[in-house]
Every structure is written in C-alpha cells, then in structure tokens.
Nanobody, 122 residues
Framework: QVQLVESGGGSVQSGGSLRLSCAASGYTFSTRCMGWFRQAPGKEREGIAFFNNLGHTSYADSVTGRFTISQDNAKNTLYLQMNSLKPEDTAMYYC????????????????WGQGTQVTVSS
C-alpha cells in the first residue's frame, strides 16, 4: 500500500526558510515522478517542484531560485527546501508520486499525502 506522509510545515516570517519532508512507503522509491504541489485557500492546486519521468528536476516560475527538491533514497524520503519565503507561499503543501516501475512516458500523480501547512507572515 503506497503511503506518503509529509512533515516540516509551520509558521515562519517572510524571508525565512523551511524544509518539508515526504516519507514514502509501500513501493520502490524512485528518482522519477515525484513532486510537490501546493494549494492556497480559494486558489487552484499548483505544481511547484518535480522529479519528472526522466529523473530531471523542474520548478514552477513562482519558486525557481528559492525552492529546491531533493531525495534521500536510503530513507525513501523526498524533500523540499524552501528559502526566501514570501507571504504568497502560504498554502497547504502536498507531495505526490507515480509509483510505476521503469520509465513511464509521463507522470500520473495518483498517490498523495495528507498535506502540511506552511504559513508565511509579513
């Protein structure tokens, strides 16, 4: 059974940093098809950082240069280092995964964690 459990959210002042973690279990952890999404109240869910189907990283323009996605395969954990946080980064943050083996042609993020709240005050 695939499980994703996020942690590391909290409240921080503008300009501060947080590191989110996503502990994965129930499948063979991979450097492909894992990502971070966020959703603020009243807004659509936004994909912000990914390991794509080729294992390459990509970022939304809104977080490029401030956020870094990484993995620790030994710990089956995905991370999101968030620096220079802004009030507009306030949202619920989710990790998601496509646990298929091999090299899929695209990622289908059909497994999700429960989310961790990040609040940035000005």
């Amino acid at each position: 059974q695939v499980q994703l459990v996020e942690s590391g959210g909290g409240s921080v002042q503008s300009g501060g940093s947080l590191r989110l973690s996503c502990a994965a279990s129930g499948y063979t952890f991979s450097t492909r098809c894992m990502g971070w999404f966020r959703q603020a109240p009243g807004k659509e869910r936004e994909g912000i950082a990914f390991f794509n189907n080729l294992g390459h990283t990509s970022y939304a323009d809104s977080v490029t240069g401030r956020f870094t996605i990484s993995q620790d395969n030994a710990k089956n954990t995905l991370y999101l280092q968030m620096n220079s946080l802004k009030p507009e980064d306030t949202a619920m943050y989710y990790c998601a995964a496509d646990p298929r083996l091999g090299w899929p042609s695209s990622c289908n993020y059909n497994y999700w964690g429960q989310g961790t709240q990040v609040t940035v005050s000005s």
